[in-house]
């Protein structure tokens, strides 16, 4: 069966600190990859997705980068963090087309703070 | 840009009874429509969906129904219990864009 593992679960990162949010998929081939971020008791906003090794797409312009260096490995990067940055971050795979045995489906979640 | 508009912001209702949350969405190449359930501090699971060639589908209490002509779609809940109290949201996704849009959020309470 597909799971999806995200690390680390909380993190707390002082301003101008880089970040690395890890996220990995396992019993799946070439899913397509997504991060989202939903600040608190707000919806999830869509930062960037990827249907394949090296192919990535910037939904929102900001400090953040994403990267995905294996098909089930995908990376969310900061070079310095603002503290708007603070948020839910939720890592989320499907196949294509998705559905209900096949995902969409979301990462446990990284909480971060930034102060 | 694609859009997923969602109502209400906010649901109370009594222990028994329905609850329905509707959306709209603005992609007409959306061709599948999940809708997610996310308690306090954890994911969101994916309670049911329907794709665009069906017009309804039903789960034990929970069904959803879509209206493509008017780019509809709406989550019943029946029979609600204090455990369905949770943030739900929908989300249209179309296989040309590859993204899931969600809604802004319906945050339901069931009362005892």
């Known amino acids: 069966s597909q799971t999806i593992h995200q690390w680390p679960a909380t993190l707390v990162q002082p301003v101008g600190s880089p970040l690395s949010l890890e996220c990995t998929v396992e019993?799946?081939?070439?899913?397509?990859l997504y991060w989202y971020r939903q600040a608190a008791g707000r919806g999830l906003q869509l930062l960037f997705y990827?249907?394949?090794?090296?192919?990535i797409s910037s939904e929102v312009p900001q400090n953040l980068s994403a990267s995905r260096p294996q098909d089930r490995q995908f990376i969310l990067s900061s070079k310095k963090l603002l503290l708007s940055d603070s948020g839910f971050y939720l890592c989320?795979?499907?196949?294509?087309?998705?559905?209900?045995?096949?995902?969409?489906?979301f990462g446990s979640g990284t909480r971060l703070t930034v102060v | 840009g694609e859009n997923v508009e969602q109502h209400p912001s906010t649901l109370s209702v009594q222990e028994g009874d329905s609850a329905v949350i509707k959306c709209t969405y603005s992609?007409?190449?959306?061709?599948?429509f999940p809708w997610y359930k996310q308690e306090l501090g954890k994911r969101p699971q994916l309670i049911i969906d329907?794709?665009?060639?069906?017009g309804e589908k039903k789960d034990q209490r929970i069904a959803v129904t879509l209206n493509k002509t008017a780019k509809h779609f709406s989550l019943h809940i029946t029979e609600t219990q204090p455990e369905d109290s949770a943030v739900y949201f929908c989300?249209?996704?179309?296989?040309?864009?590859?993204?899931?849009?969600f809604g802004s959020g319906t945050r339901l309470l069931v009362r005892p």
């Open positions: 989300a249209a996704y179309a296989d040309s864009s590859y993204k899931l849009i």
């Open positions: 992609d007409s190449a959306s061709n599948y």
């Open positions: 329907i794709r665009s060639n069906v």
């Open positions: 989320a795979w499907c196949p294509q087309p998705p559905g209900i045995d096949y995902g969409y489906t």
């Open positions: 019993g799946t081939s070439n899913p397509n």
């Open positions: 990827s249907v394949g090794i090296g192919q």
